[in-house]
């Protein structure tokens, strides 16, 4: 294992996954860990990340001065770097300017030594920077092994104490010889095996989870989507038909996704599906509702008492199943850190009513979410249902703009799966965050044959995206929209005009509701 040390950095995460990716188990811990919390996990290498705060204020975070101590290969990224050098007896100034944007390395070649940590790296190696403070004297025992013209000190080796860090950023893609920077560290310095691997994963996990449930029952929500379908499939290789599956048709989902997820876990994988048919009553719940808020709160209301209701009737379950990811366990940490910071669980099925006790089995929590489609696949789900694109819980419910009927539902599933299949077929699903239909509450006067039609409008949006926090608009190639359009006007029978949005977020969010 490599630990990383968060120090507030965006790139935390990006840091853990470049270690893995040489087949490393990394995981990412709070600062304020103590150096015999450390010690205790047995680390082969311990990564300190960047960070938004200055060492020269007060009341920057510092690391425990005992992991300086402990023998075991550090390296500071960034801030890293600097907090390392201040703590040792270094010396870190804000120069005039900040530091941002592409450098060059030149390496420094200093008698009778090599660097390690820069072993194969080119002269001019294309870095990424983002600084405000450089160091300016390092602590007695450090070299200086890189440097750009404006950052003497880029990068900074004490073979002896085994202590390292560069002022640049290895972890982005932008620094080319970044992750071989990372390999020198994590391989040769920390002399770290490649043994984490998803094969590997699934044996431990497996196990793993056939110790914690014994002979207890665990329940389970399909959603249809990548980490709930992967959820399940791992926790059935372990346990079999000691997992149930619920999945609710609330009538919101797409053109034969209720068939599709029957079809695919209850026969394929051979599972204990309990499907239930809550079209209608979410129907009647949603009838004469337009605002957005009021129709999301009555769907999740709605989800959370048709699945209760089916959980009961399914008798003695120990243990709700979820999907929940690695990055929704470290973004929910408690801001102040800690070692006790507390870990808040995603209910993605809302709160827990107070008769049922379940524990909790989320055996994705360790995982990214290329991780997770990459197990998805290793575990036999297909290629098209591990990347598909993301699906609001309140489904077509939040597309269907205005009220939201069975006549306008099942209008936009045949627009939803023409757009779906246009993209598919063009060879831009990859290329695309997430694309959707919607539904307007306006109708527009057309020309179809000889006759006036007034019809619905739909609007289609694809956007591209890392995270969803943020969204530009996809640049399709004009013939897509204009086979999906056309296909639209003559094959779905209300409507009679199409839009593309074009709307980036933000100011737009993805969905329209
Ligand atoms: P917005 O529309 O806020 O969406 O830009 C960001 C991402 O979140 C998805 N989304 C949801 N996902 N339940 C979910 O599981 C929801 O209620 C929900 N609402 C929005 C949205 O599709 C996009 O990927």
Redesign the pocket.
Known sequence: TVVVLDFGAQYSQLIARRVREQGVYSLIVPYTISAQELRKMAPVGIIFSGGPASVSTEDSPRPDAGIYGLGIPVLGICYGLQVMSVMNGGTVRRPDAREYGFAHLHLNHFTGKTSRLLAGIPEGSQLWMSHGDSVVDLPTGFVTTGSTPNCPVTVAENEARRLYGVQFHPEVVHSTDGTAVLRNFVMDICGAKADWSMESFIATEVERIRSVVGDRKVLCGLSGGVDSSVAAVLIHKAIGDQLVCVFVNNGMLRKNEAQNVVDLFGKHFNMRLEYVDAETAFLDALKGIAEPEAK?KII?KMFVDVFYDAARSLGDISFLAQGTLYPDVIESRSPSGGPSATIKSHH?VGGLPDDLKWELLEPLKELFKDEVRQLGMELGLAEELVNRH?????GLG?RCIGEVTKERLDTLREVDAIFVEEIRRAGLYGDI??A?ACLLPVKSVGVQGDERTYREVCSLRAVTSQD?MT?DWYRFPPEVLQTTASRICNEVAGVNRVLYDITS?PPG???WE
């Open positions: 999301r999740g993605n993301p699906f609001p819980g309140p939040v965050w997430q959707l969803a969204a977020k969010t993805i969905e």
